[in-house]
């Protein structure tokens, strides 16, 4: 799914008026009712008391719409009129006279803290302050009414996004931004959605069809896109009849130090549960007989240091290469990790201290092969870029060293976003549960497994970050979240897999009988 900028969408509506000849009054009314219907079906007329609060933009026509459907419907409802500028658009003017057309009892101004309005827990409110176009704080006493809706309780439903917060840039003051229960988004979700410092302020969100033209949203490429099933599903290669091992790649897992081998029995079981058709360990001489009795399916190569990597060299030729889980970073491994760079020509999968490595000796990263994969946790990312003022500062940043460097960094977290060159991609499987140690030794590991069976660096990258989120969202449906430890999302990449091709099921609908 393509996360449109505000831009598109503006540029979106104005086509799409001129194509369909209509008015962006008429594309308003459209949108209000589809939020209108949203509603509609989940109250079925109850008489819940309805706050709508409208400011006085085109977020705030589209709330005059609402209120007027709900109007018309019999809804027990009151309107509100946020006046915190003289400046009013066109659509709201039209639409405010609407409404005033249709009840005696017209929207309440509000213009101080003296004029809010009381408002009890089983209440509903209704934002359409601001919307996507807001491009400086809120006045005080409109802050003020946020934090009246937050104290009251209710249930706050946001049109297009919480009003308050930007679409392209860290807000000033969390006091200033309305916190919604649930947000009805227009045409695509919002990247704020997914950013820790801005996902809060939503807590579930949902995309309305507003009647942008289809062909405008097909043909324009976005900056961000959010991966889902739908999304990766093409990416999948099909295995042949006559397939043998030797056709699904080697995978080298590079790692591990005295105490730390458990990371690449991590990282090698995920490489050959995904896929891969052979994974080779390389660690010191002390993981031998853990890796022999825990991963039979794998085969070893070990240093000549008990404890440490302190050299890299093998006589086999992998695929591609995953390192740096578990490696520690002593004085013999950078120096192993160096001298292995320079002569390198294998595609790699970078991760733990491989990176805290390259973060110290940031030469090295001049040596990667392109578009090698790097898998950083927020410190490791920290390390690598810099510190950054914002959420949106740190995807700038990302990018710019995706660019310098010609890496993929798959930036994890809650909602893992992978950058490459200019573009985000924003994945949407995973759970808190994945808060535990381990977890991106297996992703290590998937995305290593993937890049051996042939899947482009992007796409294994992609592809690995959705099936490895998605292996988990599996596996705490039996175990909860405080119970998933990460040898339970390699156990259950396979249901992954097949979660795939798997389709909802059918609503069973029952033969009428004939009469006795």
């Avoid at 679409?167 to 649930?182: C, L, Q, R, S």
């Avoid at 001049?366 to 950083?376: A, F, W």
């Avoid at 992978?418 to 949407?428: E, L, Q, S």
């Avoid at 175990?479 to 069973?508: C, K, M, N, R």
Wanted: glycine share 8%; charged share 20%.
């Amino acid at each position: 799914m393509k996360i449109f900028s505000k831009e598109q969408i503006y540029e979106g509506d104005q086509l799409t008026a001129k194509k369909q000849s209509i008015t962006s009054t008429e594309l308003m009314e459209h949108a209000g009712i589809q939020i209108f219907n949203w509603l509609h079906i989940r109250m079925q007329g109850a008489q819940v008391p309805i706050h709508v609060f409208c400011g006085i933009g085109n977020n705030g026509g589209n709330g005059l719409v609402v209120a007027r459907q709900l109007i018309t419907h019999g809804y027990n409802v009151k309107t509100y009129v946020v006046n915190c500028s003289d400046k009013r658009t066109k659509d709201f003017l039209v639409n405010y006279d609407l409404i005033k057309q249709t009840t005696k009892k017209w929207p309440d101004m509000l213009a101080c803290e003296s004029d809010f309005p009381e408002i009890h827990k089983d209440d509903i409110i209704v934002d359409a302050v601001f919307g996507i176009g807001l491009n400086r704080p809120a006045r005080d006493w409109v802050k003020s009414l946020f934090v009246h809706f937050k104290q009251s309780e209710a249930f706050t439903l946001a049109i297009d996004v919480p009003s308050g917060v930007y679409t392209d840039k860290a807000i000033e003051d969390e006091n200033g931004v309305v916190w919604a229960n649930y947000t009805l988004s227009f045409q695509s979700p919002k990247l704020i959605f997914f950013l820790p410092e801005t996902a809060k302020f939503s807590t579930q969100w949902e995309v309305i069809d507003i009647g942008i033209d289809r062909a405008f949203l097909l043909a324009t490429e976005t900056g961000t896109e959010l991966i889902g099933k739908n999304e990766v599903v093409p990416m999948y290669k099909p295995r042949e009849k006559f397939a043998h091992k030797g056709d699904y790649g080697h995978s080298l897992i590079i790692g591990g130090s005295y105490g730390k081998i458990g990371a690449v029995v991590l990282a090698s079981r995920a490489a050959l549960s995904i896929g891969a058709g052979l994974v080779t360990s390389y660690v010191p001489k002390s993981g031998y007989q853990i890796l022999q009795t825990a991963f039979p399916e794998g085969m070893v190569i070990t240093d000549q240091n008990d404890a440490i990597i302190s050299e890299i060299e093998f006589d086999i030729e992998p695929a591609v290469i995953g390192l740096g889980i578990g490696m520690g970073t002593a004085t013999e491994t950078v120096a192993a990790l160096e001298k292995f760079l320079k002569t390198n020509k294998t595609s790699l999968v970078i991760d733990a201290d491989g990176l805290n490595i390259l973060s110290k000796k940031k030469m090295l990263l001049k040596l990667l092969p392109e578009r090698s994969v790097l898998t950083p946790h927020p410190k490791e990312l920290e390390r690598l870029i810099g510190t950054w003022k914002d959420d949106f500062d740190k995807l700038e940043k990302a990018k710019q060293f995706s660019k310098k460097y010609t890496v993929i960094l798959v930036i994890k977290g809650a909602n893992t976003i992978t950058v490459f060159n200019d573009k985000y991609f924003v994945n949407t499987t995973g759970n808190p549960g994945m808060a535990t140690a381990g977890t991106g030794d297996v992703l290590t590991g998937v995305i290593t497994g993937l890049l051996s069976q042939g899947y482009s660096p992007l796409n294994a990258a992609i592809f690995g970050v959705y099936l490895h989120g998605k292996a988990a969202d599996i596996a705490i449906e039996t175990l909860g979240y405080q119970s998933l430890i990460a040898s339970h999302v390699i156990e259950t990449l396979g249901e992954a897999y097949i979660d795939l091709f798997s389709q909802p099921e059918q609503p069973q609908v029952e033969e009428a009988q004939p009469d006795d």
